[in-house]
Nanobody, 115 residues
Framework: QVQLVESGGGLVQPGGSLRLTCAASTHIFSLYAAGWYRQAPGKQREMVAGITSGGSTNYADSVKGRFTISRDKIKNTMYLQMNSLKPEDTARYYC?????????WGQGTQVTVSS
């Protein structure tokens, strides 16, 4: 069983930055693909950023150039650095990993961008 725990969300003004952290209970980030998703009220959950086991990354067009996904294999941790935040980035952000074809999700962390 894999457990994922997100942290780092909060209230930030437009143009500000936040760093989200996803801590895993086992060494999965060096072996499996993982990513960050978000869901705003009334909207479907969408992929924000992904990272493969080899370290390749991909981003949603809406966050390219502003968000950066990374991982620390030793600490079993994945990060999402979010810069130049916009009100439309407001959502609950979830960590995801697919381990042996089984998807795992964290409980999410709320990000609110507002003045």
């Amino acid at each position: 069983q894999v457990q994922l725990v997100e942290s780092g969300g909060g209230l930030v003004q437009p143009g500000g930055s936040l760093r989200l952290t996803c801590a895993a209970s086992t060494h999965i980030f060096s072996l499996y693909a993982a990513g960050w998703y978000r869901q705003a009220p009334g909207k479907q959950r969408e992929m924000v950023a992904g990272i493969t086991s080899g370290g390749s990354t991909n981003y949603a067009d809406s966050v390219k150039g502003r968000f950066t996904i990374s991982r620390d294999k030793i600490k079993n941790t994945m990060y999402l650095q979010m810069n130049s935040l916009k009100p439309e980035d407001t959502a609950r952000y979830y960590c995801n990993a697919v381990v042996q074809f089984t998807p795992y999700w964290g409980q999410g962390t709320q990000v609110t961008v507002s003045s």
